[in-house]
């Protein structure tokens, strides 16, 4: 069984993956109309090894709008006239979401307003209100 890496320590076996080429849309002329050069991928979460139960999470997070109800994601791609080079980009995209899911993303510190800021908004809060009294008075 061959197996393909994602990313450093994360692996996927070559036979979860299951590619398909359909006909582009939009533009294109007579070509769009004759070569399948849009390919989509397909594969199962669960066959994704090496990845934390963290960066399993932020996989989720970030791939939600591609993933099925089945638990199946589902990333497509038509951007160049070949089907080839467009495998390619669907397999650096698949990457570089494992990459960006393997992240540790840095821990957010707690900052307050400074008080220029707090000033500023409270003044900006004071003219609107001005404004709307003066429209309304002028009735």
């Not at 533009?27 to 989509?40: I, R, W």
């Not at 989720?60 to 994601?73: F, I, K, Q």
């Not at 951007?79 to 840095?106: F, H």
């Amino acid at each position: 069984m061959a197996v393909r890496h994602l990313a450093p320590g994360v692996a996927i076996e070559e036979s979860a993956l299951t590619w398909t080429q359909e006909r582009g849309g939009g533009p294109g002329g007579q070509h769009v109309n004759t070569t399948a050069s849009n390919v989509q991928l397909r594969l199962t979460l669960t066959a994704i090894t090496g990845l934390s139960v963290r960066a399993e999470d932020r996989f989720l997070e970030l791939a939600s709008h591609l993933v099925t109800d089945d638990g199946e994601l589902v990333i497509t791609c038509g951007e160049t006239r070949s089907a080839g080079r467009n495998k390619d980009l669907l397999w650096e995209r698949l990457c570089e979401l494992v990459r960006d899911a393997q992240a540790v993303p840095p821990p957010r510190r707690k900052t307050k307003p400074s008080r220029a800021s707090v000033h500023r908004r409270l003044d900006g809060k004071a003219h609107q209100g001005e404004k709307k009294r003066l429209r309304r008075d002028g009735e």
